[in-house]
Structure formats: C-alpha cells, structure tokens
C-alpha cells in the first residue's frame, strides 16, 4: 500500500463544466432560404434512436452519396408523420413565396429557372409524405449549397467594394478641383488611419489562441492547452466546433482592426475579414471537409509548424479586392443597367400620356354630348314641347296634368276628388277606348 500526500486544487484555475443539457442552446443560421424547413427535419429524425445511431456513425461521404437516406424506411412511425407535415408546410411556404416572387415579376417577365431552383430541397412531384428522395435532395442541395455560400459571399463583398470606389469617384466629379484635392486628402488620412493597428495573429495560430485563451477565457496564457480550449468553446457541446464556433474565436483579432465608431472602419468589411480567418482554418484543419472541427482534427493542427510559427496575416486593406479592368467592367454594367430604367422609366411616362389622351378625349365626347343635349332642348322649347329627361319622362307638366309618378301618391279608393277638368279628360280618353274597340 501507498501512502501520498493530498493534493490541493487551485480552483481560481479550473473552470466549472457548464450545464448545457438543461437549456438547448440553439446554431447560428446557415444562411440558407430553407434553413428553418433544413433544422426541423433533423431534430425530428434526431428523435429516433435507430437513425441517431446511424446518424453519429456515418462518415461524409456515406451522408453525401445519399447512403445514409435509405435508413429512413426503419424510423418509427411517428417520426414519418411528423416529417410529413413539415413537408406540406414547406411545400406551401415555397408555394407563398413563388406567387409573390411572379406577382413582382409581372412587369419583368418571369424567370422560370430562378423559381424552380426554389425546390431543389425537396420531391415537389409529391407534396403530401417525406420519402427517402427528399431527405436525399435536402442533404445533397444543402452540402452543395454551404459549399458555394462562402465563394458567393465573397463575390457579393467584390460587388460592394466597387460600389464603394465607383460612387466616390462620380462624388468627386462633381466637385471643383480645390474641394477635390481635399476630398481626396481626406480619403487617404483615412486610409493611413485605418491601417495603423497592432499585428493580426495568423489565424488558428498558438499566439492567436492563446490571446484567446487569456483575454476572452480569463486564464493563464502559460497553463494552455489545447484539449481544454477546445472543450471550451464548443458551446454546444457537440463534440465539434462548428463554422459559426470558430468564427466566435477571432473577434479578439477583428477588434485591432475594426472599431464601429471609427468613421474609417467598415463593419462590413470586417465580417469579410471574419470569413475569410474562418475559412483558412477550415482549409487547414478541417481533414476530411464536413464543415466540422473534430477534437482529434483539431490536436493534429497543433502539431503542424504552421500552428507554432506561422506565416504573417495579412488584413484586407493589405491586400487588392479588385483590379481596374473589374471596376470598368462593374461600371459598364451599371451603365447597361442605369439606361435599361432609363427605357423602362420613358415607356412608363408614354403609358402615362397615351392614358392623359385618352382621359382628355373621353373628357372632349361627354362635353360634346352635353352640348348636343343642351343645344335638343332649346329647339324643343323653342317648337313649344316641354323638355324631357334621359327616358322621355316631361321634366314639368302643365298644369291641372297629373305627373305619373303622382299614380302611386293617389292610389285606388282614395277619398280625393278629382278636378272637374280631370275628369272630363278621363271621359274622353274612355269613350275614345271603347270605339277602337268596337268599330
């Protein structure tokens, strides 16, 4: 038997394991249009434990080549009937939006392919019950999907950034060379204060790490270690750190750089500078690229030289977005653009016209109408017929002749007296009735 002496915990260097079962800690959005429809279907089928099992011994590939989508014939039933709905309530969003989306193209024209693509994710030849090709589709439209997000993003920045260059420099058109000279003074003092910032670790680097490791965490940067930072910010604790967690590690660095109440920092570009450290590291330590950095991914990437001396970083204001020949080309496609509405805007104003000419001549017919009626009226007063209205009906009557509307106002039995002058008239028009009828 051993004897030792015990051995004293400094617990202002431990940090309690939290408690996550309790309280779901929800992922960040993929950014995809059918993110929602995509984190239902999987919780759901999460809730089945043959397909869990399944699920968490699968490797990419089987996940990708759509092996993994033939285990859904063995989920219970249960399970199937809740994937059902889910799919009927996507078919009918997807539904929404493509009548909204043909609504706004009415004038455009519709762009069949663009609406279609809106379905990738999903069998829309059967609307009714979740298959084994839907899972299929949505895995496969998903993994191509989050493969291009990143490459879009960056064409969509490339986009702003010209914007950018292509607006200032039409400012400075309209300008007289002194305030030229001082806006574009201006311009670079900006330029110069932005890059004036400390030194951007390389990221994933064990310098940036550990800046994390002490600033963001709270701990010392002499006690590091790579398991324990890796279980510490897998938030979720998932066993991986996903893109969303990774991208969590570099805002230390971003804060150099990026401050949102300087006037010469944009916000924008510093989530493309997010990006962009997130997706070198992903390049770097992401093994067999399932978007996922597993424990053991992650110990390997600390053995590399990279991770103990790696190269500088450079930032983006370092770095050239886009060349001349792109700007001219961007503008050229916003002169195509700006001389489509330019078109579109004159079609529109001759719409407008034709429909003032044609309000103007309906206007011109109804005055001309009222005139001929005015103009009957005086003929007939002046040939002694008293005018008549719309239907013929006598506008006055003379008098002693009773209107016929009156009819109504003295009906059968009343205990009025006729005039005399009435009914005399009356007679006449009766003895005149029964010789027609009897010649």
Known sequence: ????????????????????????????????????????????????????????????EAIKSGKLSKELDLVSHHVRTKLDELKRQEVARLRMLIKAKMDSFQDSGVDHQFL????EHLNHNNPHTFEAKDLDMLIKTA???????????????????????HERREYLKTLDEEKRRLEESK??????????HPKVNHPGSKDQLKEVWEEADGLDPNDFDPKTFFKLHDVNNDGFLDEQELEALFTK???????????????VEMEEERLRMREHVMNEVDINRDRLVTLEEFLRATEKREFLEPDSWETLDQQQIFTEEDLK???SHISQQEDELQKQALELQK?????????????????????????????????????????????????????????????AGNSHALPPENIQVQEAAARQDQAQSHP
């Open 351 to 411: 719409k407008k016209e034709e429909l003032q000419r044609q309000h103007d001549h309906l206007q011109a017919q109804r005055q001309e109408l009222q005139q001929a009626v005015q103009q009957m009226e005086r003929k007939k007063l002046e040939q002694g017929h008293p005018p008549t209205g719309p239907d013929g009906e006598l506008k006055f009557h003379p008098p002693g002749a009773q209107p016929v509307g009156d009819a109504q106002n003295h009906p």
């Open 187 to 196: 311009y670079e003092e900006m330029k110069k204060k932005h890059g004036d």
């Open 143 to 165: 993994t191509h999907d989050l493969e291009n997000y990143d490459k879009a993003h960056h064409e969509e920045f490339k986009k702003y950034e010209m914007l950018k260059e």
């Open 116 to 119: 279609l693509k809106q379905f």
């Open 253 to 267: 660095e971003l804060e150099k750089v990026y401050d949102p109440k300087n006037e010469e920092d944009d916000m």
């Open 1 to 60: 038997m051993l004897e030792a002496v015990p051995i004293d915990i400094d617990k202002t260097k431990v940090k309690e394991e939290e408690h996550i079962e309790s309280a779901k800690i929800d992922n960040p959005d993929t950014g995809l249009y059918y993110d929602a429809y995509l984190r239902q279907v999987i919780d759901v089928l999460e809730t089945d434990k043959h397909f869990r099992e399944k699920l968490q011994t699968a490797d990419i």
């Open 329 to 331: 080309e961007f503008e």
